[in-house]
């Protein structure tokens, strides 16, 4: 079992940045491989980003791919997402996600730990 917390969101301009966090407590974190996801008013929870357990490797939704970067830190038992050059439709509830399995996962049905979800508003 793990735990999730994410922060780092809030209100940010078109064009700005924000780095998101995702503490994990609980299982040993460099077990799990991690992504982050993204659920907008109205739309489904959409793939971000992935990132296996070494962090060696990592997987972006095309949308995101040269704005974003995700990343870990196994010693700090946490996954940023570093958000740069953000538009408005990048406005949206971003979760973080925890897979026992190892490799790059993209399926929201392949995480078994979700945290609650933090708030990034972008303004046009």
């Known amino acids: 079992q793990v735990q999730l917390v994410e922060s780092g969101g809030g209100l940010v301009q078109a064009g700005g940045s924000l780095r998101l966090s995702c503490a994990a407590s609980g299982r040993t974190f460099s077990s799990y491989s991690m992504g982050w996801f993204r659920q907008a008013p109205g739309k489904e929870r959409e793939f971000v980003a992935a990132i296996n357990r070494s962090g060696g490797s990592t997987y972006y939704a095309d949308s995101v791919k040269g704005r974003f970067t995700i990343s870990r830190d196994n010693a700090k038992n946490t996954v940023y997402l570093q958000m740069n050059s953000l538009k408005h439709e990048d406005t949206a509830v971003y979760y973080c996600?925890?897979?026992?399995?190892?490799?790059?996962?993209?399926?929201?049905?392949?995480?078994?730990?979700w945290g609650q979800g933090t708030q990034v508003t972008v303004s046009s």
């Open positions: 996600a925890a897979n026992i399995a190892c490799g790059l996962h993209r399926q929201r049905d392949d995480y078994d730990y």
